[in-house]
């Protein structure tokens, strides 16, 4: 499949030089811990919609759009239009926390949307531009309000790169915030998936809560992703995000949703707690807030608000042109009903995706809500994640003994029972059991299969070895299959040859051979 109609002869070989000679400055003066430059060596000079033209002439379909930045895609009319209007009525651009008619008219636009239950009687602090900023916000919020310094934050979180934010997320290193299970069903802690995963999952909740020896003192909040980006593309169930609520509610524990990536319509709902009826006591929003300016808010309940002037702050929380940009987007989604279509459009990219797990085993799992996708690779011929054998579940049952936490012994059980039941099969068709390992190097291998082919993703997961679509909510029918096309392409030029991709499937060892240094 033919990547684009570049242009021809010479003037494409200088655009091509041209962008080879600012790729390698890029990498000679950067700092290495660029990441998506490294996976999309590309040189964005003009973008409209879905789609970037490169400075080599070849025109690609966007859907990293910014991290789920760009609600409305690169450059839309409305959102050029607001930018517009503000420079040229002679506004300041930046404005400390003043009150400016373009703030009042972003904070009207933004109540207008907040779930019912919140809107009626929330606050809304601006603070840095990221959505990190405002993970800290919030993180200071409940603990001034509280009393309380403990935060409850969940396996595969991602809630930024700011030292509180991080020691939220799943990858922290240096850990002070007490970690829960997420449930889903492909990698279930417990081994089962489905209502009784999630049955377990909030039981484990609540026995952390109120066991006094649990080793962790009641917080001052907890703070979960209706849906895991980063972690891999994992919808929290309804209901399980309904106990949450009740959970927290009932020890007056604040719940903070994160939205900073799921919010704006991306999930089939301008807020994706809306699919649970939840209504949060805090909530941070940013990415798409800002119509793609950098934008950051925190809006809670308004009793939460003890804070003392000047007790949280930032220089940049006055961007006017952000704040302009972000009421065009909020409104235009809104007036034009694109979290409902978001949803009807993801679904049915679902359906076609699913497909793929049908007929590669190298396809492990297709999941996601709305226009927040993602597709999970494998390695069939490998052996199985840690958590399967019998030694690391006894590790387990001696926790639960010590702990006097009948969920644990639960989760043991269902482990056992859900690891002799979910079988796959192997590259070769062989049965074994329970999730296959994660693949990473067949994700990148797809990742730029994508990219040969004109189509820019994202990856994501606990092993990076998941492939995730993140298309803008303008999306039309035909691009959408245009984009279904080139990933399926991609996948299957990669499942039929991973060797050619610079892949090669591990081996599944014998039944019962354990390697020396196991």
Same mark, same amino acid.
């Given at each position: 499949? *033919?990547?684009?109609?570049?242009?021809?002869?010479?003037?494409?070989?200088?655009?091509?030089? *041209?962008?080879?000679?600012?790729?390698?400055?890029?990498?000679?003066?950067?700092?290495?811990?660029?990441?998506?430059?490294?996976?999309?060596?590309?040189?964005?000079?003009?973008?409209?919609?879905?789609?970037?033209?490169?400075?080599?002439?070849?025109?690609?379909?966007?859907?990293?759009?910014?991290?789920?930045?760009?609600?409305?895609?690169?450059?839309?009319?409305?959102?050029?239009?607001?930018?517009?209007?503000?420079?040229?009525?002679?506004?300041?651009?930046?404005?400390?926390?003043?009150?400016?008619?373009?703030?009042?008219?972003?904070?009207?636009?933004?109540?207008?949307?907040?779930?019912?239950?919140?809107?009626?009687?929330?606050?809304?602090?601006?603070?840095?531009?990221?959505?990190?900023?405002?993970?800290?916000?919030?993180?200071?919020?409940?603990?001034?309000?509280?009393?309380?310094?403990?935060?409850?934050?969940?396996?595969?979180?991602?809630?930024?790169?700011?030292?509180?934010?991080?020691?939220?997320?799943?990858?922290?290193?240096?850990?002070?915030?007490?970690?829960?299970?997420?449930?889903?069903?492909?990698?279930?802690?417990?081994?089962?998936?489905?209502?009784?995963?999630?049955?377990?999952?909030?039981?484990?909740?609540?026995?952390?809560?109120?066991?006094?020896?649990?080793?962790?003192?009641?917080?001052?909040?907890?703070?979960?992703?209706?849906?895991?980006?980063?972690?891999?593309?994992?919808?929290?169930?309804?209901?399980?995000?309904?106990?949450?609520?009740?959970?927290?509610?009932?020890?007056?524990?604040?719940?903070?949703?994160?939205?900073?990536?799921?919010?704006?319509?991306?999930?089939?709902?301008?807020?994706?707690?809306?699919?649970?009826?939840?209504?949060?006591?805090?909530?941070?929003?940013?990415?798409?807030?800002?119509?793609?300016?950098?934008?950051?808010?925190?809006?809670?309940?308004?009793?939460?608000?003890?804070?003392?002037?000047?007790?949280?702050?930032?220089?940049?929380?006055?961007?006017?042109?952000?704040?302009?940009?972000?009421?065009?987007?909020?409104?235009?989604?809104?007036?034009?009903?694109?979290?409902?279509?978001?949803?009807?459009?993801?679904?049915?990219?679902?359906?076609?995706?699913?497909?793929?797990?049908?007929?590669?085993?190298?396809?492990?799992?297709?999941?996601?809500?709305?226009?927040?996708?993602?597709?999970?690779?494998?390695?069939?011929?490998?052996?199985?994640?840690?958590?399967?054998?019998?030694?690391?579940?006894?590790?387990?049952?001696?926790?639960?003994?010590?702990?006097?936490?009948?969920?644990?012994?639960?989760?043991?059980?269902? *482990?056992?029972?859900?690891?002799?039941?979910?079988?796959?099969?192997?590259?070769?068709?062989?049965?074994?059991?329970?999730?296959?390992?994660?693949?990473?190097?067949?994700?990148?291998?797809?990742?730029?299969?994508?990219?040969?082919?004109?189509?820019?993703?994202?990856?994501?997961?606990?092993?990076?070895?998941?492939?995730?679509?993140?298309?803008?909510?303008?999306?039309?029918?035909?691009?959408?299959?245009?984009?279904?096309?080139?990933? *399926?392409?991609?996948?299957?030029?990669?499942?039929?040859?991973?060797?050619?991709?610079?892949?090669?499937?591990?081996?599944?060892?014998?039944?019962?051979?354990?390697?020396?240094?196991?």
């Amino acid at each position: 499949m *033919a990547v684009t109609e570049p242009v021809t002869g010479e003037t494409f070989g200088g655009a091509r030089a *041209a962008q080879e000679g600012i790729l390698r400055r890029q990498s000679a003066r950067e700092s290495r811990a660029r990441t998506y430059a490294r996976a999309l060596p590309i040189v964005p000079v003009r973008a409209r919609g879905l789609t970037i033209e490169g400075a080599d002439g070849r025109r690609y379909l966007d859907c990293l759009s910014g991290a789920g930045t760009l609600a409305l895609g690169h450059n839309h009319p409305v959102v050029l239009e607001a930018i517009r209007k503000v420079l040229d009525s002679g506004a300041p651009l930046s404005v400390l926390d003043l009150a400016t008619p373009v703030k009042d008219a972003f904070i009207t636009e933004l109540f207008r949307t907040l779930p019912p239950g919140l809107a009626d009687h929330a606050r809304v602090q601006f603070c840095g531009p990221a959505g990190t900023d405002a993970v800290e916000a919030a993180f200071k919020l409940v603990r001034a309000a509280t009393g309380r310094t403990g935060i409850l934050a969940f396996t595969g979180a991602y809630h930024g790169m700011t030292t509180g934010a991080l020691a939220a997320s799943g990858g922290a290193g240096d850990v002070r915030v007490a970690r829960l299970p997420y449930p889903q069903d492909y990698r279930c802690p417990f081994g089962v998936g489905g209502p009784r995963g999630a049955e377990l999952a909030a039981r484990w909740t609540e026995t952390v809560l109120d066991d006094p020896k649990s080793g962790v003192p009641l917080p001052a909040g907890m703070i979960l992703e209706p849906v895991q980006g980063e972690g891999g593309v994992i919808p929290a169930p309804d209901d399980w995000l309904r106990r949450m609520r009740r959970i927290t509610a009932d020890r007056s524990v604040p719940l903070i949703a994160d939205e900073i990536q799921t919010g704006v319509g991306r999930t089939g709902a301008f807020w994706a707690v809306e699919h649970s009826g939840v209504t949060p006591d805090v909530m941070v929003l940013s990415k798409a807030i800002g119509g793609s300016l950098p934008l950051a808010v925190v809006v809670y309940r308004d009793d939460l608000d003890v804070w003392e002037p000047g007790a949280h702050a930032g220089t940049f929380r006055g961007n006017q042109l952000a704040m302009a940009a972000g009421t065009a987007t909020l409104a235009h989604v809104r007036e034009n009903a694109l979290a409902e279509r978001a949803g009807l459009l993801g679904a049915r990219m679902l359906s076609q995706l699913r497909r793929l797990q049908d007929d590669f085993a190298c396809v492990g799992d297709v999941r996601g809500r709305g226009l927040m996708i993602g597709v999970e690779l494998v390695d069939p011929e490998g052996e199985g994640p840690p958590g399967e054998t019998d030694d690391q579940v006894g590790e387990t049952d001696d926790h639960a003994r010590d702990t006097g936490a009948q969920v644990g012994r639960d989760a043991v059980a269902a *482990a056992r029972s859900g690891a002799e039941s979910a079988a796959q099969t192997g590259w070769d068709g062989a049965p074994r059991h329970g999730p296959s390992p994660a693949a990473p190097e067949l994700a990148s291998a797809v990742q730029r299969a994508c990219l040969e082919r004109g189509l820019i993703v994202e990856l994501g997961g606990r092993h990076a070895g998941v492939v995730r679509l993140l298309p803008p909510l303008t999306i039309t029918d035909e691009q959408a299959d245009a984009v279904l096309d080139r990933l *399926a392409d991609a996948v299957t030029a990669v499942a039929r040859d991973p060797a050619a991709h610079g892949h090669v499937p591990r081996r599944r060892r014998p039944e019962g051979r354990r390697e020396p240094d196991d």
